[in-house]
Nanobody, 120 residues
């Protein structure tokens, strides 16, 4: 199983980026998916999560600016980030709870991380 994250880059304050995370491999089912971020010197923090039913949860600092969505048929989720601020600068990691064919329970998988830099 692999999670492929993409879409990061350099953007000016107030700008937008859209991150994608696609899961591939021997996947039977995916439960929750989410994005985390880690800025230099900081611990990794939760940004947003989405259930397989589409229910979302956001950290307070991104509410109203970020929107998380997913396509269960494509095993893919997207994080639309608007009104970006310098404090959003971090490496963003996607995470998913996946039940694989031949597996016995849901397990957590991580993507490789994508850099988001918000700077003028």
């Amino acid at each position: 199983v692999q999670l492929q994250a993409s879409g990061g880059g350099l953007v000016q304050p107030g700008g937008s980026l859209r991150l994608s995370c696609a899961a591939s491999g021997s996947i039977f089912a995916i439960k929750d998916m989410g994005w985390y971020r880690q800025a230099p010197g900081n611990q990794r923090e939760l940004v947003a999560t989405i259930t397989n039913g589409g229910r979302t949860n956001y950290v307070d600092s991104v509410k109203g600016r970020f929107t998380l969505s997913r396509d269960n048929a494509k095993n893919t989720m997207w994080l639309q980030m608007n009104s970006l601020k310098p404090e959003d600068t971090a490496v963003y990691y996607c995470n998913a709870e996946i039940f694989t064919f031949g597996g016995s329970r849901y397990e957590g998988y991580w993507g490789q991380g994508t850099q988001v830099t918000v700077s003028s």
